[in-house]
């Protein structure tokens, strides 16, 4: 445990198969954990290790193994008698930085959630007649013995590829192809932990359905939960597309029309007009379907136009802020209130500390609902 606070406490669990607790000698040896979750950058973590040479050979903890390369390891929070997850990963690196002052030695130890598994080989593969959520679903299975277990959430794309006129072409690692099955259908691709050593997958639009997180509140006394928050808005960031594609049978030029982002449901009642608009390129040799989904993946993968930063009083707060789910504001004013997508959090943990910083988005401006939950 470390970063016992007002009932917060850190819980790690390492291992080369199966993590078990780390030992205390590392426990008390550690200064900082930083764990990063980021809907579009995918999920990591990094740890500061205090060293002591108390082997004549090598530092003790090098050797003890809890901490060696490619272990797979688990952090979580324990917070009052909630346990959450904040990541399934496996360890990468390490930086050593060796010091001729006593206790000043260092071993920082970074890693990346359990995707990284899929990023490991390059494969060259066809799927012929397979649609790509259907691809996904087939690649996935052969990761469960790495802790991808499900039950993933796999939303199904609506082109169906016939051979005669396209073959979906894997060339790289399984990571990379479901990445780009993902981007031309305006889809997004993650794991995160389900439940404690069982990770799941997400394959499909920003989820942006369920109950929204415990609000994030300011100038309400004692409700206050934020250390501070700010507001951008970008009128540039919105992005249309247009492009056409030509009918194989007749061989006419057919433009595509005017696609939505792929954000459902809307959470603001005032989204911001789209002022860009981008030509799609390489529309012609499309498909109808794959035309108008690749016009739906531009105006997706745009930003939107609103965007939050902030940082979280974690004792108050009393929670996990969640990346890729919904979260209220309120105390700020009608124009920035209301819901908001959580793009991104930040935990970073150290002894006398827990700290949640967070960047958050949206459509527009004004709020939706009259309550938030709280």
């Known amino acids: 445990m470390l970063g016992d606070r007002k009932g917060i406490r850190l819980m790690i669990w390492s291992g080369p198969?199966?993590?078990?607790?780390?030992?205390?000698?590392?426990?008390?040896?550690?200064?900082?954990?930083?764990?990063?979750?980021?809907?579009?950058?995918?999920?990591?973590?990094?740890m500061t290790v205090q060293l002591s040479k108390d082997n004549p050979a090598d530092y003790g903890i090098l050797l003890g193994g809890s901490l060696d390369l490619f272990n797979r390891m688990i952090i979580a929070v324990l917070i009052g008698a909630s346990l959450e997850v904040l990541i399934d990963g496996v360890i990468t690196q390490h930086q050593l930085s060796p010091s001729e002052e006593p206790g000043r030695s260092a071993l920082t130890v970074t890693g990346k959630d359990i995707s990284v598994m899929l990023d490991l080989e390059e494969h060259e593969d066809s799927y012929p007649y397979q649609p790509d959520s259907v691809i996904v679903e087939r690649l996935l299975l052969t990761y469960i013995p790495n802790g991808l277990m499900g039950p993933h959430m796999i939303i199904p794309t609506l082109d169906f590829p016939i051979d005669l006129m396209r073959t979906p072409q894997q060339h790289g690692t399984d990571f990379k192809f479901i990445l780009e099955l993902a981007r031309r259908n305006g889809y997004v691709f993650y794991v995160e932990p389900f439940m404690f050593g069982v990770?799941?997958?997400?394959?499909?639009?920003?989820?942006?359905?369920?109950?929204?997180?415990?609000?994030?509140?300011?100038?309400?006394?004692?409700?206050?939960?934020?250390?501070?928050i700010s507001f951008t808005n970008d009128s540039l960031a919105p992005v249309g597309a247009k492009g056409s594609f030509i009918e194989p049978i007749l061989g006419m030029t057919i433009p595509i029309p005017a696609m939505p982002a792929l954000r459902i449901p809307p959470l603001t009642p005032f989204p911001s007009p789209v002022r860009r608009t981008t030509l799609l390129s390489q529309s012609a040799n499309l498909g109808p379907l794959e035309a108008a989904a690749s016009a739906i993946a531009a105006a997706t993968q745009a930003p939107e136009a609103v965007s939050g930063q902030g940082e979280i009083d974690s004792v108050r707060y009393g929670r996990?802020?969640?990346?890729?789910?919904?979260?209220?504001?309120?105390?700020?004013?009608?124009?920035?209130?209301?819901?908001?997508?959580?793009?991104?959090?930040?935990?970073?943990?150290?002894?006398?500390?827990?700290?949640?910083?967070?960047?958050?988005?949206?459509?527009?401006?004004?709020?939706?609902?009259?309550?938030l939950p709280t």
């Open 320 to 371: 996990v802020l969640r990346a890729r789910s919904l979260v209220g504001v309120r105390g700020v004013g009608f124009t920035y209130d209301g819901l908001y997508y959580v793009q991104r959090v930040a935990h970073a943990i150290t002894l006398s500390d827990y700290r949640q910083s967070f960047t958050l988005s949206r459509d527009g401006t004004g709020a939706l609902l009259p309550v």
């Open 17 to 46: 198969t199966i993590p078990t607790p780390l030992p205390p000698e590392v426990l008390a040896s550690l200064t900082k954990v930083d764990v990063t979750n980021d809907a579009r950058q995918g999920d990591g973590f990094q």
């Open 199 to 228: 990770t799941r997958a997400y394959f499909g639009p920003e989820n942006r359905i369920g109950l929204p997180q415990a609000a994030l509140t300011l100038n309400m006394g004692t409700d206050t939960n934020l250390r501070n």
